[in-house]
């Protein structure tokens, strides 16, 4: 004979009480209200100065900082936006050449990051051969440097780089992309390698057995299942191509191929003559595109740093 078991239909109370438990104990209505205050805690102090910024960008004045708070100054208008796009700095170059200056070498960035990094990253979690530790304690000894500390090496080793009497690889925008580059590696390393060791080696040994080689596996089996991970190393490469300051300023001499964190320097004046609401709209001006770019990758960016670093 047959027993046929009835499954015991939940009360509703009972499941709003297992959707407000985690690990088995029940949040309770304090514990909610203290926890959205907290939240709603670190969002104002987080958009407060983004919302500083902005109330100055559109303040006539050009005054360091509001004198209330008020968000929408006396007089608020977009003059100082369209000055800025117009001619930002004194330098015979527009917004737009700024920014296409600082697009190349964040594309540039970011594609030789993602580029070598997933080879690199591949090679140290799969392949196993000599000095395999040695090459990984070296990459994580790089990444404890700060990217600066570089500067004075890679100046004279890019500079020594010419192209007949004219061309230097060190006062290009390439040369710069170069430089970034090299501070950006050893975290995209690291990262994409913790994430390849998740990825099971049953699939690479199933395609191994079906006649595909390592370059195949790699590009048709590995890359497809890292997708988060490459968004995040693309992202992180273009936010140092977009933000970088320091090689710029060091090894670019001709105003051509000067970028927006050059010509917000740039606009810094001495003895309180900065245009306050021309820097802060210049700010806002060079934080949209990054903003829109991690708006697109969130949901891989997210996955990412999650599984990054399950594996070292």
Known sequence: MTTVTVARPIPVEEKAVRAGTKGGRQITFKTQILSQIFCIAVASTVLFPLLWVVSMSIDPRNIAKPDGLNLIPSGASLAAYQAVIAKPTLNPISFVELA?????????????????????????SRLHFHGRQVLMIAVLAVLMLP??????????????????????????????????????LPFAIWNMKGYIDTIPRELEEAAAVDGANKLQIFLFIVLPLAKPVIAVTAFFGFIAGWTEFYFSWAFLQHPADFTLSMALKGMVGQYGSTPWSEFAAFAVLVAIPVSAVYLLLQRYIVAGLALGGVKG
């Not at 190349?104 to 030789?112: F, G, K, P, R, T």
């Not at 009497?165 to 925008?173: A, C, D, F, P």
């Open 100 to 124: 296409r200056n600082s697009i190349e070498i964040s594309v540039i960035v970011a594609l030789l990051t993602l580029t070598l990094g997933s080879l690199a990253a591949y090679a140290l």
């Open 147 to 184: 990217a600066v500390a570089t500067l004075a090496p890679l100046y004279v080793l890019l500079y020594s780089i010419k192209l007949g009497t004219t061309w230097v690889l060190g006062n290009s925008i390439l040369g710069v992309a170069i430089a970034v580059t090299a501070g950006t």
